[in-house]
């Protein structure tokens, strides 16, 4: 089961929007509805961010969103704030009770 | 709401094996599958297994000949053993609940929340 393909950097300015692609097979992001985002800030635990593709956890801020169009998954986070300077991490389902990630993007807000 | 807090020893020679317990505070400790998942200095997440209340387990393949998983119901504990380290194995370690199934075994939850706070294992002679 190969990690899903992430770009290894993106970066946007305060205000703006930028837009994180999680790219997979038939086998997990395509063939499930069970796409979930993570944030990570250093030395941290990371966080729930979106789960089911597009659904937000309570505390997250809307300007978090989620999609997916065949096997590839977005995240994109409009509004950009100091703040979302992390690394992001996609996750899928990937059938038969496992799960693969994807290898992370590195978030810079300008 | 659930908490998670995991310890373990940090670091280990090669060969040795790993061994991490994480707890759970607060929330149902049955009805979820509970994961162990790792990331290597500077690099992405690696899920590594799970248990549930019952025992059943799953693995990554890549790591199932090494790794083992259980579980104590009776503290709402579950712990990960991985045999035969080396220097790859060195990374944090996190424990979270994940999956969700129902009694004829579909999914119906599949995402990774809450977190324990991560344990460094490095592996170094």
């Known amino acids: 089961q190969s990690a899903l393909t992430q770009p290894r950097s993106v970066s946007g300015s305060p205000g703006q929007s930028v837009t994180i692609s999680c790219t997979g097979t038939?086998?997990?992001?395509?063939?499930?509805?069970?796409v979930s985002w993570y944030q990570q800030h250093p030395g941290k635990a990371p966080k729930l961010m979106i789960y089911?593709?597009?659904k937000r956890p309570s505390g997250v801020p809307d300007r978090f969103s989620g999609s997916k169009s065949g096997n590839t998954a977005s995240l994109t986070i409009s509004g950009l704030q100091a703040e979302d300077e992390a690394d992001y991490y996609c996750?899928?389902?990937?059938?038969?009770?496992?799960?693969?990630f994807g290898g992370g993007t590195k978030l810079t807000v300008l | 709401q659930v908490q998670l807090q995991q310890w373990g020893a940090g670091l280990l020679k090669p060969s040795e094996t790993l061994s991490l317990t994480c707890a759970v505070y607060?929330?149902?400790?049955?009805?979820?599958?509970w994961s162990w998942i790792r990331q290597p200095p500077g690099k992405g997440l690696e899920w590594i297994g799970e248990?549930?209340?019952?025992?059943?387990?799953n693995y990554n393949p890549s790591l199932k000949s090494r790794v083992t998983i259980s579980v104590d119901t009776s503290k709402n504990q579950f712990s990960l053993k991985l045999s035969s380290v080396t220097a790859a194995d060195t990374a944090v370690y996190y424990c979270?609940?994940?999956?969700?199934?129902?009694?004829?075994?579909?999914?119906?939850?599949?995402?990774?929340?809450?977190w324990g706070q991560g344990t460094l294992v490095t592996v170094s002679s």
């Open positions: 996750c899928s389902y990937a059938g038969s009770y496992r799960g693969v």
């Open positions: 038939s086998s997990d992001v395509g063939g499930y509805n069970y």
């Open positions: 607060g929330g149902s400790f049955s009805g979820y599958y």
């Open positions: 248990i549930n209340h019952s025992g059943s387990t």
């Open positions: 979270a609940r994940g999956l969700k199934v129902t009694i004829f075994g579909v999914v119906i939850r599949y995402w990774f929340d809450p």
């Open positions: 089911d593709v597009s």
